[in-house]
């Protein structure tokens, strides 16, 4: 999250010239931040013009600014009683971008966390029936209740999953690297925290492994299938595909 809001810093040209020079020394290095601000130039660059906005809109802004603590400056804030220059809604998009998970998780509000404590692993029911198995020392997050759109999670280490059904409503697994988005499946996720590299194996099914939502040069989105196994490195920026025989024995029940 801060690196997001130094480059969006960096886009917007208000960086000092130390800064600007230390940005850019480690965008030559960081493939990773590099990307980010690639994602983020795309929300970026459009045309500058006025919009008309409505009163809801501006409401909406409002609440935004004061919520990230935007600007002390009661004239900005002034600007949304009429209109806004197309720049600046720019600069509201993508810090809708930059937050990511974050402002979906706000809005979710109260979480529960469980965690692998035993050697042999125990189910755990989410709010919407799915059922989670996780090996010892690992851990999951989730709301109390799901959000309207969505149902997200966040997991640490091992977990089977057994996802309840839902067209409408993806169910994601979100271990910081990368994300799982499935409608109803049964899959094994694997993020070590040591080595960094996530896996999932797909007992059946179909999920959606991906680490970012906007496709670039440095980015995947991969569809996996019944014995599909994905591995992801996240240092060498490398995903490996291949088909695990066996995988019909993969059920913790």
């Given at each position: ?19 600007k ?29 006025e ?23 009661s ?11 197309k720049?600046?809604?720019?600069i ?28 042999e ?50 169910f ?10 499935v409608?109803?499946?049964?899959f ?11 896996a999932?194996?797909?007992r059946?099914?179909k ?47």
């Amino acid at each position: 999250m801060n690196h997001d809001k130094l480059l969006i810093r960096f886009l917007a040209d208000e960086l000092s010239p130390v800064e600007k020079r230390r940005v850019s020394a480690r965008l030559l290095t960081d493939n990773d931040l590099q990307q980010r601000l690639d994602q983020l130039r795309g929300f970026w660059d459009e045309k500058n013009e006025e919009l008309e906005i409505s009163p809801k809109q501006a409401s909406d802004w409002t609440n935004l600014t004061n919520r990230l603590n935007l600007t002390k400056d009661s004239s900005i804030i002034a600007l949304t009683q009429r209109s806004i220059p197309k720049w600046f809604i720019r600069i509201a998009a993508v810090l809708i971008i930059a937050l990511g998970t974050t402002l979906i998780w706000d809005s979710q509000r109260s979480f529960e966390t469980v965690k692998g404590r035993t050697d042999e692993p125990i189910a755990s029911r989410l709010p919407d029936g799915t059922e989670v198995y996780l090996t010892k020392g690992s851990k999951l997050t989730y709301p109390k209740t799901f959000a309207s759109d969505s149902r997200l999670v966040q997991l640490s280490g091992e977990g089977y999953f057994d996802v309840v059904g839902d067209p409408k409503y993806p169910f994601i697994v979100d271990t910081g690297q990368t994300k799982v988005s499935v409608t109803g499946t049964t899959f094994r996720i694997k993020a070590s925290g040591k080595s960094e590299e996530v896996a999932v194996l797909v007992r059946a099914g179909k999920v959606l492994f991906y680490n970012s939502e906007i496709l670039t040069e440095n980015s995947f989105k991969v569809g996996l299938g019944p014995g599909d196994v994905g591995t992801y490195y996240p240092k060498l920026n490398q995903l490996n595909k291949s088909h695990n025989k066996d995988y019909k024995h993969l059920n913790w029940n």
